[in-house]
Each structure stands twice: as C-alpha cells, then as structure tokens.
C-alpha cells in the first residue's frame, strides 16, 4: 500500500513538471500578439497543456483517488465506530442509572420496612414487658396478702391463747376456787370468741 502510494506521488510529480515544460513556452520563443490573437489560446501552447492535464487526470485517477477515497473511507468508518461507541456508552450508561435508582428505591422500601418491623417489636416487647410486671406485681401483692393474712390469724391465736391464760388466771384470784380450770377456760375462750366475732364484724 505504501509503494503504490509513493509511485503515484512520483508519477504526479513527474507529469507536472512534464506538464509545466510543455505548457510554458520559454522566453526566447515568445512572441509579442495583437489582436484577437491574445484572446485566444495558442494551439502550441494549448495541446501539451491540454495532453498534460489529461495524463495528470489519468495518474490521478488511477492512483491517487483510490488512495484518497480509502482514506476517506477509513475516517468514515472510524468516526462511525466512535458516534457508534459513544450511542452505546449512553445507553449504558441510561441502563445502568434506572438500574442503580431501582436498586435505591428497593433499599428505601427495605429500610422503611425494617424501621416498622423494629418499632412493631418494640412496642409489643413494651407490651410484653408491661404485662410481665403487672402479673409480677399482682402475684407478689397477693402474696405478701396471703403472708399477712397467715400472720394475722396467728397473731390472734397466740393473743386469744395468752389473754384466755391470763384470763383463767384473773377469774380464779376474783371468784376464787368456784369453778374448775376448765369451766374457766370455757367461760373465757366463750367470752374471746365472742369478742372477737365483735370486732371481726
């Protein structure tokens, strides 16, 4: 490809210069002309200008069109590959902003739907816990209830076992020997048992 380029460059060069001595008349044929004679051209001077341009044409033709036409063409072929290279780097680059922006969305969703799920757990955790305490609180009341009740009624046995004690004690040193310990004792465990029928009234 080289070679056919630089013989067509020597063979351009070479018809031009041949076209250049043929067409010229030199100097020392020159010739002063008058008349319609400097309107038109000289045939002598006309037909090798004319046989050099045809030459020149056809070199030109043959060897440097082509050449120049490829070249053309290769520029065509490479700028179309670039607009081509550059439609589909866009297109990508579209493809691949919807694809990031579906992405982001779908993480948005996620994140709105873990912040609902951990407040939802939270709040029946609170529940729970809430729930947990109140039954903790009730049971404990009930059973410190139950533990004063317990105490409560063995309190009043021991105090009604000790004042029908002191009782029997009294009734004896007041009515003297009268009545047996154990009437005492009926006699005083009545007299508790109403009293305390009093007061649970």
């Not at 010229?24 to 002598?44: H, N, Q, R, Y």
């Amino acid at each position: 490809m080289k070679d056919k380029i630089r013989t067509a460059q020597c063979g351009v060069a070479a018809f031009v210069a041949a076209a250049y001595t043929l067409g010229v008349p030199s100097l020392a044929f020159a010739e002063e002309k008058t008349g319609m004679a400097v309107i038109l051209p000289d045939m002598l001077e006309f037909i090798p200008m004319l046989v050099a341009f045809i030459i020149l044409w056809i070199v030109l033709a043959k060897f440097g069109w082509p050449v120049f036409d490829k070249m053309l063409q290769k520029r065509s072929d490479t700028i179309q590959a670039d607009l081509q290279k550059a439609e589909d780097a866009r297109i990508e680059g579209e493809r691949t902003l919807a694809e990031y922006k579906q992405e982001l969305d779908q993480a948005k969703m996620q994140a709105a739907q873990i912040i609902a799920d951990a407040k939802q757990t939270g709040e029946a955790a609170r529940a729970d816990i809430t729930a947990q305490a109140q039954r903790e609180a009730a049971e404990m009341i009930d059973k410190a209830r139950a533990a004063i009740e317990t105490e409560k009624k063995v309190a009043v046995s021991q105090l009604q076992g000790s004042v029908a004690d002191t009782s029997v004690a009294v009734v004896s040193k007041l009515f003297g020997s009268g009545l047996t310990d154990d009437e005492h004792r009926a006699l005083i465990e009545r007299y508790v048992n109403e009293a305390g029928s009093f007061d649970a009234s």
